[in-house]
Structure formats: C-alpha cells, structure tokens
C-alpha cells in the first residue's frame, strides 16, 4: 500500500470519526437542553415530560412484549412488501406490455389516503394484526414496485446491448446485469420500504391493537400520559435508527 492510499484511508477513517462524534453530540445537546428546561420549569414536564421521566417510565412500564410486537409486524410487512414488490417490479421490467397497462393503476394506488382506508380495511378484514399488515402493505408496496421499476428500466443500455450482441436472453440480462448493477438501488429501496412499513404499522396499531408501541401511543393520548406517549415514540426512534444501521451495514457489505 503506497503512502498516498494510506493517507487517503486515515481521511476517510477521520472523517467517519467526526460525522459519528456530530451525529452523538447532537442528540446528547438535545437531551440535555430539553432536561435543563424541565429541571428549570420553563416547559411545564406534564405536557412536554422530560428525558428524566422517559428513563422511569421504561423502567416502571412492561414494555418488551409491546416492542417485540411492533418489531414483529414491522419485520413481517417489510418482508412480504418487499418481496411482492420485487416481483411484480421484475415482471414489469420483463414485460413493456403489462408495464403500461399497469402503470397509471399504479400511480392512482400510491396517491391515494391509506389512512383514510383504515376503517374499510378493518371491516374487510376484521380488528387484528392481519389489519395491520395490510395497511402497512397499502403503504409501502406501491412506492416499492415505482422505485424497482424505474431502477430496472434505467440500466445501462449500452451493456444491454452488449449482452445480446453475445447471445444473451432475457433472462441473462436480468440475473448478470440489472440485479447485479442495482444492488445498491434495491438497499435504497429496503431502507424505504422499513421507513413506510414502520409508519404502517404505528398507524395500524392506533386503530386497532391492543398491543405494541402504536397502541401505547393510543392510550397514553386516550388518559392524557404524555410519558407514555413520548417514551413510546422515543422507543420506536430507536428501533428506527438501529433498522437503519443495519440496513446501512448490509448496504456496505453488498
């Protein structure tokens, strides 16, 4: 390794270093100004709480069955969003035909108000978690077949062209270049689809679990606990950035 690569690796190492160290001291600066405003009494910690209070809310609340719950439906939805998505994106890209049939339905999909959804998809399918997976899927699933597609068709074509001047099939293309030369596209496309899952899913607990941290939301807001409620949404701000390191991870590896 020359001197010159070595001291561009120490840079980009320095620079990780400062980004983390940033990214740690924000929060830490935050936490404590919001602790200091409370211990000071300019905000009043019965509306706004405190770092203090979340901290002994956790401890003094159950909360690992409500976590595990709310993990569980969000890893679930991702992974039936994003497998469905991954297909019906692959046969589109297969076939011009079917893409422009589908396509304004597709658009039409995703702009409509999921929300607004939330009542017939709980008398369709009845006030339980096979509700909340579906309204995650509403969600998420449209934007991730979008987002494949037009990964798919934006290739290279000049290496398109290439392939077939050596014989290759569709098939080949498909499985030596479009996925190969999208990986980082389709982690892109996982990041969004935990973010819009993760929505989902809180979304779907609000109306109608009686568990995980949507439903604690629900409550704490039913009783006016605002600990509760806050605690919760720190709690699912966690679940969100360690699902983004990891993904992060795995983008890196790919």
């Not at 798919?152 to 190969?180: E, G, V």
Request: aromatic letters at 10%; charged letters at 15%; glycine letters at 4%.
């Amino acid at each position: 390794m020359s001197l010159e690569h070595k001291i561009y690796l120490n840079k980009l190492k320095k620079e990780k270093r400062i980004v983390l160290f940033f990214q740690i001291l924000i929060i830490i600066i935050l936490l404590i100004t919001w602790e200091l405003l409370a211990k000071l009494n300019i905000i009043n910690t019965f509306l706004y709480s405190s770092p203090s209070n979340i901290i002994k809310t956790i401890i003094s609340n159950n909360y690992l069955k409500h976590i595990l719950r709310t993990v569980y439906e969000i890893l679930l939805s991702t992974s039936l969003s994003f497998i469905i998505g991954f297909i019906i994106s692959s046969i589109l890209w297969s076939n011009k035909i079917i893409s422009k049939i589908l396509d304004p339905y597709l658009t039409i999909l995703n702009s409509l108000p999921k929300v607004a959804l939330g009542p017939l998809i709980i008398i369709w399918i009845g006030a339980n978690i096979n509700s909340i997976i579906f309204m995650s899927l509403t969600i998420s699933i449209f934007i991730t077949i979008i987002n494949l597609y037009n990964y798919f068709i934006n290739t290279n074509d000049d290496y398109i062209i290439l392939l077939k001047s050596l014989n290759a099939n569709k098939l080949d293309i498909y499985k030596k270049l479009i996925i190969p030369s999208n990986k980082r596209n389709i982690i892109s496309t996982l990041k969004i689809n935990v973010s819009m899952n993760l929505i989902g899913v809180i979304m779907g607990e609000l109306l109608v679990s009686k568990e995980g941290l949507g439903y604690l939301i629900m409550y704490g807001s039913n009783v006016f606990n605002i600990n509760l409620v806050l605690t919760s949404i720190f709690i699912i701000s966690i679940i969100s950035g360690i699902l983004y390191y990891l993904l992060n991870y795995i983008e890196k590896k790919c």
